[in-house]
Nanobody, 123 residues
Framework: QVQLVESGGRSVQAGDSLRLSCAASGRTFSSYAMGWFRQAPGKEREFVGCISTSGSSAYITDSVKGRFTIFRDNAKSTVYLQMNNLEPEDTATYYC????????????????WGQGTQVTVSS
């Protein structure tokens, strides 16, 4: 398995931008498709975005499309979530996850998870 550590979460105002990072170690990062998920208090974990091993394919869930972008740097073993024009509804703990080779929307297909980073957006 690969070990994942997220960073970059903090408290911001609505309309601000944040970039979350997820650094991987332990295995060949470029062999893993990566995903971002989030969980708000009292809600189930939800899919945010995913990216293929090479970065050539990426998907963002409709609710944040146009505001969030996922990308990766395999040389740095890091995947990023760029979040622009943040809204209070984006408040959640954000998790990155790794899935060996296969890109997926389904959290059940990911076998390595980070500890999460908190994003709080105030109106």
């Amino acid at each position: 398995q690969v070990q994942l550590v997220e960073s970059g979460g903090r408290s911001v105002q609505a309309g601000d931008s944040l970039r979350l990072s997820c650094a991987a170690s332990g295995r060949t990062f470029s062999s893993y498709a990566m995903g971002w998920f989030r969980q708000a208090p009292g809600k189930e974990r939800e899919f945010v975005g995913c990216i293929s091993t090479s970065g050539s394919s990426a998907y963002i869930t409709d609710s944040v499309k146009g505001r969030f972008t996922i990308f990766r740097d395999n040389a740095k073993s890091t995947v990023y979530l760029q979040m622009n024009n943040l809204e209070p509804e984006d408040t959640a703990t954000y998790y990155c996850a790794a899935n060996y080779r296969s890109i997926s929307y389904d959290s059940r297909n990911y076998d390595s998870w980070g500890q999460g980073t908190q994003v709080t957006v105030s109106s």
